[in-house]
């Protein structure tokens, strides 16, 4: 089975701040990636998702990740974040093997404070 | 329209109740979920369907049972109510094509007082 592993519980950063939130995975094959964002109250919302290709992978608002196979890393990322990027991250992935009808495998989440 | 809708949006009830939450998807997809975030704000996996039969269920109390009347539909019951059964519990549908995600409903607040 495989797990996610967020590694900051919580950030605070300063408005126009640099992001750079860590997940890593465990699994021993092909794995889909994804970013999700809920902000407070709201539901989940898909930032971006890795399935095959380019590593780098841009979605929503400015935010980016870059898949590392041989780090088993997908960091999320964001130049300069704004008061609005206030949320909870959540990494995820599903094994290929198994498709989607196994679900997602979440990290615990990674709650982010931006200070204005 | 809304593609994953779930009712209610919120629920308060007592201990020892039964209460169930639905959803309905109208994307056509073959593969509906339930997933239960906790206090903690950490989402974990409850149950996943695909066309009316039980795929997984991982070590979920069988007071909790999903039922499917068809294929756009995956409501969740739950039996004898307990304080910690409190979470959001969100529902999700997925189209079966490994180049696609998930797609998630807005979360249904349970609150067991």
């Known amino acids: 089975a495989q797990s996610v592993s967020q590694h900051n519980h919580h950030v605070i950063l300063s408005e126009a701040a640099s992001l750079e939130l860590g997940c890593n995975y465990s699994?021993?094959?092909?794995?889909?990636l994804f970013w999700y964002v809920q902000y407070p109250g709201q539901h989940l919302q898909l930032l971006l998702k890795?399935?095959?290709?380019?590593?780098l992978v841009k979605g929503i608002k400015g935010f980016e990740a870059e898949f590392i196979k041989s780090k088993f890393s997908f960091n999320l990322r964001k130049p300069s974040v704004q008061w609005s990027d206030t949320a909870e991250y959540f990494c995820?992935?599903?094994?290929?093997?198994?498709?989607?009808?196994?679900?997602?495998?979440f990290g615990k989440g990674t709650h982010l404070i931006i200070q204005p | 329209d809304t593609a994953v809708s779930q009712t209610p949006k919120y629920l308060v009830t007592q201990m020892g109740n039964d209460k169930s939450i639905k959803c309905e998807q109208n994307?056509?997809?073959?593969?509906m979920y339930w997933y239960k975030q906790d206090s903690k704000k950490f989402l974990k996996i409850m149950f996943s369907?695909?066309?009316?039969?039980?795929?997984i269920n991982e070590t979920v109390p069988n007071r909790f049972s999903p039922k499917s009347p068809d294929k756009a539909h995956l409501n969740l019951h739950i039996n004898s109510l307990e304080l910690g059964d409190s979470a959001v519990y969100f529902c999700?549908?997925?189209?079966?094509?490994?180049?696609?995600?998930?797609?998630f409903g807005p979360g249904t607040r349970l609150l067991v007082l």
């Open positions: 994307l056509g997809h073959d593969t």
């Open positions: 890795y399935f095959s290709g380019d590593p």
């Open positions: 999700a549908s997925w189209v079966g094509d490994h180049q696609e995600t998930q797609y």
């Open positions: 995820a992935v599903n094994a290929r093997a198994g498709g989607g009808a196994d679900g997602l495998t």
């Open positions: 699994y021993g094959g092909t794995v889909n």
């Open positions: 369907y695909n066309n009316k039969e039980l795929i």
